[in-house]
């Protein structure tokens, strides 16, 4: 069956640190991906996508995602956080109109 | 540009009544819209893909006559929870495809439904 795992629940990182989060996916075959952002009581914001080519995809806020097809992975990463990034972060996937997400990964910072 | 709106972006409602939640495309036409509803931190769950006009396709354990769908134009879809309970107190949220082939979606900002 088609799914997208985020293996964390919950990451801390200190505010200026390096960032990741992880996404796995499993298709029949490559799907489009996309990582969103969702802060409290907010719709969901598109990070970034990734359809083919280039598999290092910039998005905006200075995220980016790595897409590695060997290992069914798309994931997520910022050089540096900044205390407004805390939120919740959803990897997604769609091959057909219905697009699936993974649970979720909530990203708290430290001051 | 693909930008879509929910209207309200927040309801209380008295159990037993009904209420219309209402989701735009507002610069593009969006013949596929989807509704989800979301619990509190958990993920998206689909409930139901809308066509315009066509009936909707609901998710395994949605009721159809709880929540009504209607995609009468290519801009608008609405979700009607009819005799609301507490129980369907929930963040709604709308998404539309459009025309690039990619299948993308592009997600409203949300309601928030509080029966009391």
């Known amino acids: 069956a088609q799914s997208v795992t985020q293996p964390d629940i919950h990451i801390t990182v200190s505010e200026g640190a390096s960032l990741e989060l992880r996404c796995n996916y499993s298709?029949?075959?490559?799907?489009?991906l996309f990582w969103y952002v969702q802060s409290p009581g907010q719709g969901l914001q598109l990070l970034l996508k990734?359809?083919?080519?280039?598999?290092l995809v910039q998005g905006i806020k200075g995220f980016e995602a790595e897409f590695k097809r060997s290992q069914s992975s798309f994931n997520l990463r910022k050089p540096s956080v900044h205390w407004s990034d805390a939120a919740e972060y959803f990897c997604a996937a769609n091959r057909d109109d219905k697009i699936i997400f993974g649970k979720g990964t909530r990203l708290h910072i430290l001051p | 540009g693909a930008v879509v709106s929910q209207h309200p972006s927040r309801v209380i409602c008295k159990s037993g009544t009904s209420v219309k939640i209402e989701c735009r495309s507002l610069?593009?036409?969006?013949?596929?819209m989807f509704w989800y509803r979301q619990f509190p931190k958990q993920s998206l769950m689909l409930m139901a893909t809308?066509?315009?006009?066509?009936?909707?396709?609901?998710e395994q354990g949605v009721e159809k006559d709880k929540f009504l769908i209607n995609h009468a134009s290519l801009t608008l879809s609405t979700l009607t929870v009819t005799s609301a309970h507490p129980e369907d107190s929930s963040f709604y949220i709308c998404?539309?495809?459009?025309?690039?082939?990619?299948?993308?979606?592009?997600f409203g900002p949300g309601t928030r439904l509080t029966v009391t």
């Open positions: 298709y029949g075959a490559t799907p489009y």
């Open positions: 809308s066509n315009e006009g066509s009936k909707a396709t609901y």
């Open positions: 990734y359809f083919s080519g280039d598999t």
């Open positions: 610069d593009f036409q969006a013949t596929t």
């Open positions: 998404s539309a495809i459009g025309t690039s082939g990619t299948y993308e979606q592009y």
